[in-house]
């Protein structure tokens, strides 16, 4: 079953940026859907984006809009989340699972079977 693996955190400073990878296993990333999730200390998890692999359709939460985007190395089977100009509130885990493909788009609903992994810390502070 096709899982995917975290990593590229690390801590920035304000209006910097990094470059989150998310490596599949079990499986290849060309039929499939990505989201990103994170979750900050003592808040729910919540979207970021997520992308039909097949089709390059994305999407991005408003916050993120402009400063998050998407690339991949087919090669590697991973898709990167490449965030620019971060900002203190985009300090949080940052977690990718495969969700449901609709159509052409993407969905934020988790793949039945699909399971969380450990995620990537990112921080942004001064």
């Known amino acids: 079953q096709l899982q995917f693996a975290e990593s590229g955190g690390g801590s920035v400073q304000p209006g910097g940026s990094l470059r989150l990878s998310c490596a599949a296993s079990?499986?290849?990333?060309?039929?499939?859907?990505i989201a990103w999730f994170r979750q900050a200390p003592g808040k729910d998890r919540e979207e970021v984006a997520c992308?039909?692999?097949?089709?390059?359709?994305?999407n991005f939460r408003y916050s993120v809009k402009g400063r998050f985007t998407f690339s991949g190395d087919d090669a590697e089977n991973t898709v990167f989340l490449e965030a620019n100009n971060l900002k203190p509130e985009d300090t949080a885990v940052y977690y990718c699972?495969?969700?449901?493909?609709?159509?052409?788009?993407?969905?934020?609903?988790?793949?039945?079977?699909?399971?969380w992994g450990q995620g990537t810390q990112v921080t942004v502070s001064s």
């Open positions: 699972v495969p969700v449901v493909a609709s159509d052409e788009f993407c969905t934020y609903r988790k793949m039945p079977g699909a399971r």
């Open positions: 079990g499986g290849t990333l060309g039929a499939s859907a």
């Open positions: 992308i039909n692999v097949r089709t390059n359709f994305a």
